[in-house]
């Protein structure tokens, strides 16, 4: 246990594991600066503006990752409690991980993400009355 003198400073290993982060940052991505107010949380981990972040942990808050590779959006869920979650993809390394939506994330972007899987299915949308009659055990339309 560190003594006063010897408390742990952002540039400690796994410092933001249990303290705040309070650093404004400049997201890789879009360019916006990025304030730790407004996030509706300690732990502000993604631009606002993009959703975009940064591979800087292996685990949350422990600042380990050395890949520090761009983390896109690549899809949301709803929590057990209704809250919604980004999953972020390392566009370096491939890591997934999960980060809770901050309260001033851009709502269109958001709901972009959500909307893609509707927007653009893994089939032709054409072949939707196709689908549906083999899944029903309908004989095939005569055109």
């Known amino acids: 246990m560190k003594r006063d003198h010897q408390r742990k400073t952002p540039a400690d290993k796994g410092y933001y594991i249990d303290h705040a982060c309070e650093e404004t940052f400049v997201c890789k991505v879009c360019g916006m600066t990025v304030e730790p107010e407004g996030a509706g949380s300690d732990h502000r981990n993604h631009c ?10 292996e685990e ?7 890949c520090h590779g761009v983390m896109e ?3 949301v869920w709803v929590r057990k409690n209704g809250e919604w979650a980004i999953i972020h993809r390392c566009k370096v390394c491939g890591k997934l991980s999960s980060n809770r939506v ?3 994330d851009n709502p ?3 709901m972009s993400i959500a909307m893609r899987p509707i927007a653009e299915p893994p089939f032709p949308i054409e072949r939707m009355k196709q689908i549906t009659n083999v899944m029903f055990g309908e004989k095939k339309d005569e055109e």
């Open 48 to 57: 606002p503006n993009c959703l975009s972040s940064i591979h800087v942990d």
């Open 60 to 66: 949350p808050g422990d600042r380990e990752s050395e």
């Open 73 to 75: 959006p690549i899809a």
């Open 102 to 104: 901050a309260a001033d």
């Open 108 to 110: 269109v972007k958001l």
